[in-house]
């Protein structure tokens, strides 16, 4: 599985490289919003230099079909190595997903809570798809049953698009969504840290250093 951070920060990006781990970046306009970005493409080039040759999710803020294609080909230019244009599964949305593939510009379809819009994302050449694991538990449902559907679906009808698993709130949905089989999993730094964490891992070390301090 890909672990991608999702994030606009560019210390924790710059933290989740040195760990030697990170396989891409996801950001949205409200991350952007959070760090205090005033200048996207120039935001966007420096998470690239970051993370050179990995893939770095680019958000349009277009809500017209052909607005999002135009905003999405400038996107791109920024740098064609590396950015994914991320784009909402609206109706709109979807028409600049296919205008997009034809471009031979790889996209992210955002947004997605349900197996329809996976599906139609799929149909219409998204590289990934995003489900918000997330945002569905907030409201009780159940987010990760969305990743069984949509890659038992995908599975069926052989599409490349990958599953990338988003609005990640802690350690154990990440964990859940590698043992469902997502391609993908976008998430904080702090829950991607999480995995190392184990209190038995400490008592161990503690006990390893005192003792080696025994040893000659």
Known sequence: MKIFIDTANLKDIQEAENLGILDGVTTNPSLMAKEGVTDVNTHYQAI???????????EVFSTQWEEMVEEG???YALNPDQIVVKIPIT????????????LNIPTNCTLVFSVGQALLAAKAGAKFVSPFVGRLDDISQHG?????DIKQV??????QTEILA??????????????AGSDVVTAPLKSIKGLLNHPLTDIGLEKFIADSKKIG
Do not use: D, W
């Open 48 to 58: 690239c230099n970051i993370c050179k040759g990995k893939p770095v999710s680019a």
């Open 73 to 75: 080909k400038a996107l």
């Open 91 to 102: 109706e709109e949305g979807l028409k600049a997903l296919v205008k997009l593939n034809e």
């Open 144 to 148: 990760m049953e969305l990743i069984h």
């Open 154 to 159: 995908f599975a069926n009808y052989g599409f």
């Open 166 to 179: 988003a609005s990640i709130r802690h350690t154990n949905h990440l964990l859940s969504c590698a043992q």
